[in-house]
């Protein structure tokens, strides 16, 4: 008898440490691994890290050709919306993001070489390549932050009825293919305008061009003409096979 207690004892101790060994771990429980952004949702904050390019791309979070196609297909096709209540101050940008920096200055930093900052998070030298041209750049002042999807057309494709933290997130988005260093003369020459209106002039960036302007907008939940969802179809006719 007094073998049987004992034996139930220990069974009954193994079986209170197993539970407090599987309440002990740290990290998220099986089933609740996070899960990339679905389509047409966005984060409510700024930023989302520092996010690095794919070996090939000049932008991070961008998807392939085929899975750009797929996207593009679902996008929803309508007229644009009408500017009627815009202004850049609704979409807050450039947001802070630690250490004195702001997404200006994280993005700078990101697509130079050898880039060098001051104690206050400017960048003093460095070399820049800019996709939409192609030129070399060595200052940092002649040096723009491309929103792919301009805020305005953002504006007239959905973000019109969104609330101010979604619009900040957008507007400083680092882990989607949102903003990119390009020469202050493409990003002007740009201005607001969508694929079918405006396309860089150097015709080797179309493919990087397409598919991130197709992740922004799938990301967002945004919407497209056909003028621009038949020039999207034309940018990635252009990537390599």
């Known amino acids: 008898m007094g073998r049987q207690i004992r034996v139930r004892g220990a069974a009954l101790a193994a079986t209170v440490l197993l539970a407090v060994a599987g309440c002990s771990g740290t990290g998220a429980a099986p089933g609740k691994d996070a899960k990339p952004s679905a389509a047409g949702t966005s984060p409510s904050a700024p930023g989302g890290g520092d996010a690095k390019p794919a070996p090939g791309d ?8 085929q899975a750009a196609r797929t996207r593009l297909a679902a996008l929803k096709v309508a007229q644009p919306g009408t500017m009627a209540g815009y202004s850049r101050a609704k979409f807050t940008h450039w ?13 700078l930093k990101r697509d130079g070489t050898d880039v060098k900052q001051d104690s206050e998070c400017k960048a ?8 939409y041209d192609g030129v070399v750049v060595t200052e940092a002042s002649k040096m723009d932050i491309d929103h ?7 504006w007239r494709s959905g973000a019109a009825g969104w609330d101010a933290a979604r619009r ?3 507007a400083n988005d680092l882990t989607h293919p949102q903003l990119l260093s390009v020469t202050a003369a493409t990003n ?12 860089p002039p150097d015709k080797a960036s179309w493919c990087q061009y397409g ?31």
């Open 211 to 241: 598919r991130a302007w197709t992740t922004v907008k799938s990301t967002y939940g945004l919407t497209v003409t056909e003028a621009e969802k038949k020039m999207l179809e034309a940018m990635l006719d252009s990537c390599a096979a």
């Open 95 to 107: 947001a802070e993001q630690g250490n004195k920096c702001d997404t200006r200055e994280v993005v």
């Open 58 to 65: 000049v932008l991070p979070g961008m998807v392939g050709v």
């Open 168 to 170: 900040k997130a957008f």
């Open 148 to 154: 792919i999807v301009p805020l305005a057309e953002g």
């Open 124 to 131: 003093v030298s460095g070399t820049w390549k800019s996709l």
């Open 188 to 199: 002007r020459s740009k201005g607001d305008q969508s694929p079918d209106l405006w396309q």
